[in-house]
């Protein structure tokens, strides 16, 4: 069975317990479920992390780009947290791993404050898929799922 995985950036174990006008109240935890349950509907497994270390994120773009390239994963959903606005490093990874990435926001950066407008990683994405809260994790592993087939 492929897999998919599914990474987070900094903050993101913060989910659901605070700033709920912003992100909502749905907790990490829930939505790793509600990952699995959406890539067990594409037959998909799905491998699940979070981290708050750039260099840490890095280590398993590189291994997941091995592990599409030996025809075991399709590919990330990552969602870069506040990274995306900062991170060559993270551009660099996703470009020399030639990891296909969809990258998720949960919030719309666009009608947030202009330091989250700009996206270090989006000219290296698949795709994008910014301000459907959670449900943009369902959306990026249908997206990442059509575009490997
Ligand atoms: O909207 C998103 O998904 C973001 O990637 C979330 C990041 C933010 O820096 C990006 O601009 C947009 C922040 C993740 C931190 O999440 C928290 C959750 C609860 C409480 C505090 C932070």
């Not at 459907?132 to 449900?135: E, I, K, L, N």
């Given at each position: 069975m492929a897999s998919v995985l599914i990474l987070n950036g900094p903050n993101l174990n913060l989910l659901g317990t605070r700033k709920p006008e912003v992100?909502?109240?749905?907790?990490l935890a829930e939505v790793e479920e509600l990952c699995r349950q959406e890539a067990g509907k594409l037959g998909l497994d799905v491998d699940f992390r979070q981290s708050n270390h750039e260099g840490q994120l890095i280590d398993w773009i590189h291994e997941a780009g091995a592990e599409v390239k030996a025809g075991r994963s399709i590919g990330a959903v990552f969602n870069a947290g506040a990274y995306t606005h900062t991170s060559v490093a993270l551009h660099d990874a996703i470009e020399g791993a030639e990891l296909p990435v969809v990258e998720v926001h949960?919030?719309?950066?666009?009608?947030?404050?202009?330091?989250?407008?700009?996206?270090?990683l989006s000219p290296v994405a698949r795709g994008i898929v910014v301000g459907?809260?959670?449900?943009g994790y369902v959306l990026a592993i249908n997206g990442l799922f059509q575009a490997a087939r």
């Open positions: 992100y909502g109240s749905t907790t949960i919030s719309n950066v666009h009608r947030r404050e202009p330091f989250r407008h700009h996206s270090y459907f809260g959670v449900y």
